[in-house]
């Protein structure tokens, strides 16, 4: 039937329907946890007295009603941890590894999201969080801070490497500052003066050491070199180059493990040899700078401690038993091996000079090049 016609219904203006309020909507105007709140509308034992009662009163004035549903699939838990990393990092294995032991023995599950090329950080938290976690480790995160919290989306979470500026997320990381000051000194009682530091790049954590780097040999009334590099081996070989225009430099303090293996591999391809011509130094102690034919003298950052701070940290804030923010700073420690000794007696030739004696060494007598048969 047309409109107005005999029969025809009026028409009802429709509204749109009221949003019922989310623990989230408590946990913002109670400025409390999404997970203290699951506990105090609960029942559970954790929250003071007072915090309850707030967290009550906010819930009443809002007009929240728990959603069955909801609340049987909350009580079931799901007892995940997430965990961001990348895979072809070392340091980042180790992490993992131990993560995994001490999620095991709390009766967590690890739930790893890679961090890769195509795959970015966002992208794998976003899928962590999609996952129902109910805690996520970041190892490094380089997410600008307002991202990264809107990322989580109110999961407690744990940066690993990487102080982040906000009172939602706790911090492990390790001493870089401090760890620079022990290379550094030991380097110069060895009777190193010039000595260089090859870089990881521009973000934060590299950003530290190079602050620690510069701190300490302003200290000695040495002059620093910084020199770009990265943390992987080829970024350590690509920084060989420019490494070697400064003859004078007798010691390189490299950003990780994997930077220092790439600047010994390119040394020994150029015929100067460590650590009788250049010491040189890591940071990470992964378990390939223990073995003999590198012999690395590195940082040992504290995997494990850093490790277990991080899953206590996670899994305090997942259960509610703390809400305030933590930090926790990881002992670091200096392990000496065979790539640093006494600097030379003579510099090193530039390199251009290198390079001309190495194809000296190189060609015959007769002027023929090598392999060349006679005419």
């Known amino acids: 039937m047309s409109d107005g016609q005999a029969g025809s219904r009026p028409r009802v203006a429709k509204t749109a329907p009221r949003r019922r309020p989310t623990l989230h909507d408590i946990a913002d105007a109670a400025g409390v946890s999404t ?3 699951s506990l105090v509308l609960r029942g559970r034992e954790g929250p003071s007295a007072k915090t309850a009662a707030r967290v009550s009163e906010v819930a009443e004035r809002l007009g929240y ?15 995940l ?3 961001t990393m990348t895979p072809g990092n070392p340091y980042h294995g180790e992490l993992i590894e131990e993560i995994q032991a001490l999620a095991d023995a709390k009766g967590y599950h690890l739930l790893l999201a890679t961090v890769t090329r195509t795959h970015d950080e966002l992208r794998s938290i976003e899928t962590l969080v999609d996952s129902n976690c109910e805690a ?8 600008p801070p307002e991202v990264l919290v809107k990322a989580v989306d109110k999961v407690p979470t744990v940066s690993v490497g990487r102080p982040i500026d906000t009172p939602d997320i706790d911090i492990v990381r390790s001493a870089d500052t401090e760890a620079l000051e022990l290379l ?6 060895l009777g190193h003066t010039a000595i260089a530091h090859v870089d990881g790049g521009d973000l934060y954590i590299p950003a530290e050491r190079v602050r620690g780097y510069r701190k300490a040999m302003k200290a000695r009334n040495l002059e620093p070199l910084v020199i770009p590099g990265g943390e ?4 350590g070989r690509d920084a060989v180059a420019e490494l070697l225009q400064h003859p004078e430099v007798s010691a390189v303090i490299a950003y990780n493990d994997q930077c220092a293996i790439g600047v010994m591999d390119e040394l020994f391809r150029r015929g100067i040899r460590v650590p009788d011509d250049i010491s040189v130094t890591g940071f990470d102690d992964d378990q390939l700078a223990g073995l003999a034919l590198l012999d690395l003298t590195t940082i040992n950052p504290s995997q494990l401690a850093q490790a277990r701070m991080a899953v206590e940290a996670a899994i305090e804030r997942a259960e509610g038993i703390r809400t305030k923010r933590v930090v926790h700073v990881a002992e670091a420690s200096l392990v000496v091996r065979g790539s640093t000794a006494p600097p030379p007696a003579r510099p090193r030739q530039r390199a251009s000079d290198s390079a001309t004696a190495a194809r000296r060494r190189t060609t015959p007598k007769s002027g023929r090049a090598p ?3 006679s005419a």
């Open 65 to 79: 009603r728990a959603n069955r549903t909801a609340s049987q699939l909350a009580s079931a838990r799901t007892n």
């Open 371 to 373: 392999g060349a048969g």
């Open 232 to 235: 992987t081996r080829a970024s």
């Open 81 to 83: 941890l997430g965990v």
């Open 184 to 189: 550094v000194d030991h380097l110069t009682r």
């Open 136 to 143: 996520l480790v970041l190892l490094n995160p380089i997410l």
């Open 35 to 37: 997970g203290l709140v």
